[in-house]
Each structure stands twice: as C-alpha cells, then as structure tokens.
C-alpha cells in the first residue's frame, strides 16, 4: 500500500508560481511512478507530469513544459511540484498518483491516489 497527501495549493495571481508537495509513505519500491494529475471543474482527470521513484526520469504533459518542474526530495520522500508562470487555465485540484510501472497518461492505470489540492489562478 503507498498513501499520498498533497499540499500547497492556494490562490495566486497568473504570471506567478506555487510549489504542490506530495508525502508519499508506504511500500514503494523500484518500478513505481508518482506523478501528478490535475481536473478543472466539468473536466476530466488529465496529466501533467510525472517522475521515476528511482532512477528520476521525468515526463511532461506540453501544456506545462518550460513552467512547471517535478522533483523527489528522497530523504523526506516527497514528490515536489514547482508551478511557475501560472496561467489561469492551471486552475484545478491537483492530485498526487503513484503507480507500479511506466507514466501513464490515462488516469485509470494509476493504482493510489491523494486527496487532491485546489489551486485557483486570477486573471
């Protein structure tokens, strides 16, 4: 079992940034994935990003490349997202996943999932 909690989201002005933490805890070993999706209201769960538990690759969704970065800080085990350039369309819950294998792009192959943290873009 893997357990996720988000944190960090918030109000903030487009053009400016925010940084999503994810607590991961539980059995997670070589193989997984932790990423993060995101789903604005009457929309469907999409991807941003996502990151290798070991061996770090990354995998962006274009519509956040060059603005936003995925790290894992491994001595707290926790997955960081830095929003930067924040546009009104970034406005969402965001949720943390993991899941054991390769990115996924598709919600549904995503086997944990956080409760999600609202982050809201002014224009």
């Not at 970065?69 to 965001?94: C, F, H, W």
């Amino acid at each position: 079992q893997v357990q996720l909690v988000e944190t960090g989201g918030g109000l903030v002005q487009g053009g400016g940034s925010l940084r999503l933490s994810c607590a991961v805890s539980g059995t997670i070993g070589s193989g997984y994935t932790v990423g993060w999706f995101r789903q604005a209201p009457g929309k469907e769960r999409e991807f941003v990003v996502s990151i290798r538990w070991f061996g770090g690759g990354t995998t962006y969704d274009d519509s956040v490349k060059d603005r936003f970065t995925i790290s894992k800080d491994g001595a707290r085990n926790t997955v960081l997202l830095q929003m930067n350039s924040v546009k009104p369309e970034d406005t969402a819950a965001y949720y943390c996943a993991a899941r054991q294998g390769l990115p996924d792009r598709r919600a549904g192959p995503w086997d944990y999932w956080g409760q999600g943290t609202r982050v809201t873009v002014s224009s």
